[in-house]
Structure formats: C-alpha cells, structure tokens
C-alpha cells in the first residue's frame, strides 16, 4: 500500500523558514515525479513546485525564488524548503506522486497519490 507522509509543518512569523518532509513507502517513486501542493480554507488546492527524476523542478511564480524543491531517491523522500514566508503563504501543504514520468507536473490531476497535508501557518 503506498503512503505519502507529510511532517514540517508549524507556525512562523513573516520572514522564516520551514522544511518539509516528505517519506514515501510502499513503492519507489525514483523514476517519477513528486510535486507539493498547496489548499488554503476555502481556495482550490494549487500547484506549489514539482520535480521530475531528472532534478528538473518546477515553480509556481508565487514561490519561485523562495522554495525549493529537492528528492532523495534513496530515502524515498521529497523535500520542500520554504524560505521568506509570507501571511499568503498559509497554507495546508500536499506531497503528491505521479505514475506517468512525462505527465503534467502543474496539474491536480496528475498525480495518483496524496499526503494527508501538513499545516503551515504565517504570522504577520
């Protein structure tokens, strides 16, 4: 059974940073890509950044040059650190995983698997 468990998540204050985990289990995702998305009460859960198996990443214009998206295929994992954070940042934070290598990293739908989320929290 595959699971994607998000942790990282908190309250900080305008300015800090977060790192988010990712751990995938019941299959390797090595060869495919992992994407964090994001869902903020009552919004549509967005696309956040995505990386393929190559390292090639992915950003929304929101967060390019703040975030930063890496893996480790050996752990299974995937990474998100989230420097300057702002109030719209706030955010519950997905971990997804794709089955198809060249599928549409932007889109929701994409993705076969999804973390429960992780709550992030920016205070003004």
């Known amino acids: 059974q595959v699971q994607l468990v998000e942790s990282g998540g908190g309250l900080v204050q305008t300015g800090g940073s977060l790192r988010l985990s990712c751990a995938a289990s019941?299959?390797?995702?090595?060869?495919?890509?992992m994407g964090w998305f994001r869902q903020a009460p009552g919004k549509e859960r967005e696309f956040v950044a995505a990386?393929?198996?190559?390292?090639?990443?992915y950003y929304s214009i929101s967060v390019k040059g703040r975030f930063t998206i890496s893996r480790d295929n050996a752990k299974n994992m995937v990474y998100l650190q989230m420097n300057s954070l702002k109030p719209d940042d706030t955010a519950a934070y997905f971990c997804a995983a794709a089955r198809e290598i060249f599928t549409d990293v932007f889109k929701v739908l994409s993705y076969d698997y999804w973390g429960q989320g992780t709550q992030v929290t920016v205070s003004s």
């Open positions: 019941g299959r390797s995702f090595s060869n495919f890509p």
């Open positions: 990386i393929r198996w190559s390292a090639t990443t």
